[in-house]
Structure formats: C-alpha cells, structure tokens
Nanobody
Framework: QLQLVESGGGLVQPGGSLRLSCATS????????LAWFRQAPGKEREGAAC????????NYADSVKGRFTISRDNAKNTLDLVMNDLKLEDTGLYYC???????????????????WGRGTQVTVSS
C-alpha cells in the first residue's frame, strides 16, 4: 500500500510563495502518475496540477496556470508543488495523490486516483 505524506503548508500573505512536498513510501515512484489536489471548506476537491510518470507531461487547472509548478524527482521518490503569487482563493487543504494507470496524459479527476495523503493546510490571508 503506497503511503503519501505532504509537508510545507502554512500561513502566507497574498502575493507570497510556498513550496509543498510529498514523500512517498515506494522505491519506484515512476510507476505512478502523481497529482496535487486541493479542497476549500464547502467546496469540491479540485485537481490543481498533475504530472505523468516521467515528468514531461503536466496539466494545470486554469486558476493556477502560470503561478504553480509541479515537479517530481523519481530518484528521490518525491513530488513538489511550487506556488507563487498566492491568492486568497488558493486557501485550502492540499493533497498529494497517485495512480498506477499507464496513461500518456495525466488526469486531474479525483476519481482516477487510488492513493491519497492526509493533506497539508495552506492559508492565504492578510
């Protein structure tokens, strides 16, 4: 059973930056497509960004394009999300997720992911 542990969340002012990290329990993270999801109170879980097994293919929600960057290190078995120019609406619980399907394009649909971390809180407030 793959385990995912997120870190790096916190309180930041609008316009600030944060770097989220996800540590995985596998020695072969390149077997998985990875993604970052987020969920604000009272809202559905949203796929913020995803990345294919070998990194070249990424997909971002329109709301984060140009501000967030997803990356993976298959040697270290980790996933990162660099978030710049943070906005109030970026506030939420951020989850790392993984799935084993062999796909060319990663998915941002929550139902496609089998493994989830417990989340790390990001709060953007002045």
């Amino acid at each position: 059973q793959l385990q995912l542990v997120e870190s790096g969340g916190g309180l930041v002012q609008p316009g600030g930056s944060l770097r989220l990290s996800c540590a995985t329990s596998t020695a072969s993270v390149d077997d998985y497509t990875l993604a970052w999801f987020r969920q604000a109170p009272g809202k559905e879980r949203e796929g913020a960004a995803c990345i294919s097994r070998y990194g070249p293919s990424t997909n971002y929600a329109d709301s984060v394009k140009g501000r967030f960057t997803i990356s993976r290190d298959n040697a270290k078995n980790t996933l990162d999300l660099v978030m710049n120019d943070l906005k109030l609406e970026d506030t939420g619980l951020y989850y790392c997720a993984a799935e084993r399907r062999s796909v060319l394009q990663c998915s941002r649909r929550p139902g496609d992911y089998e493994y989830w971390g417990r989340g790390t809180q990001v709060t953007v407030s002045s």
